[in-house]
Nanobody, 130 residues
Framework: QVQLVESGGGSVQAGGSLRLSCQVS???????LGWFRQAPGKEREGVAA????????LYADSMKGRFTISQDHARTTVYLQMNSLKPEDTAMYYC????????????????????????WGQGTQVTVSS
C-alpha cells in the first residue's frame, strides 16, 4: 500500500521560497509521482511530476523556472522547491503517486490528469502574501 505524507507548507511573502516534501512508502517501480495544487474555488491542477524510473522532470508552463521537483536516491521523498513565490501560488499542495509498472511515456503524456494517480496525500497549505 502506497502512502504519502506532505510537509513543508507555510506562510511566506511574495518573492520568498519554500520547499515541500512528500514522504512516500510502498513504491515498487515505474510510478509517476506528481505535485498538484488546489486554490479555493478552483480545480486541482498539476504542478510538476517525476517518473521513478528516471527521465526528465515535468512542469506546468507557469511553474517552469520557479519550481523544481526532485526525488532522493532511495525514492522515499519527493521534493518541490518553490522560488519567487507569488500570491497566486497560494493553494493546498498535494503529492500523488500513480500505480506501479507504468511507463515513462504514460507519465509524460498524462501526468496532469487525475485518473493517472491512485494515491494522494492529505495536502500541505502554502500561503503567499503580497
Amino acid at each position: 500500500q502506497v502512502q504519502l505524507v506532505e510537509s513543508g507548507g507555510g506562510s511566506v511573502q511574495a518573492g520568498g521560497s519554500l520547499r515541500l516534501s512528500c514522504q512516500v512508502s510502498g513504491l515498487t517501480f515505474g510510478e509517476c509521482l506528481g505535485w498538484f495544487r488546489q486554490a479555493p474555488g478552483k480545480e486541482r491542477e498539476g504542478v510538476a511530476a517525476v517518473y521513478t524510473g528516471g527521465g526528465s522532470a515535468l512542469y506546468a508552463d507557469s511553474m517552469k523556472g520557479r519550481f523544481t521537483i526532485s526525488q532522493d536516491h532511495a525514492r522515499t521523498t519527493v521534493y518541490l522547491q518553490m522560488n519567487s513565490l507569488k500570491p497566486e501560488d497560494t493553494a493546498m499542495y498535494y503529492c500523488a503517486a500513480g500505480r506501479p509498472g507504468g511507463s515513462w511515456f504514460t507519465c509524460l503524456r498524462e501526468w496532469k490528469q487525475h485518473p493517472l494517480y491512485d494515491y494522494w496525500g492529505q495536502g500541505t497549505q502554502v500561503t503567499v502574501s503580497s
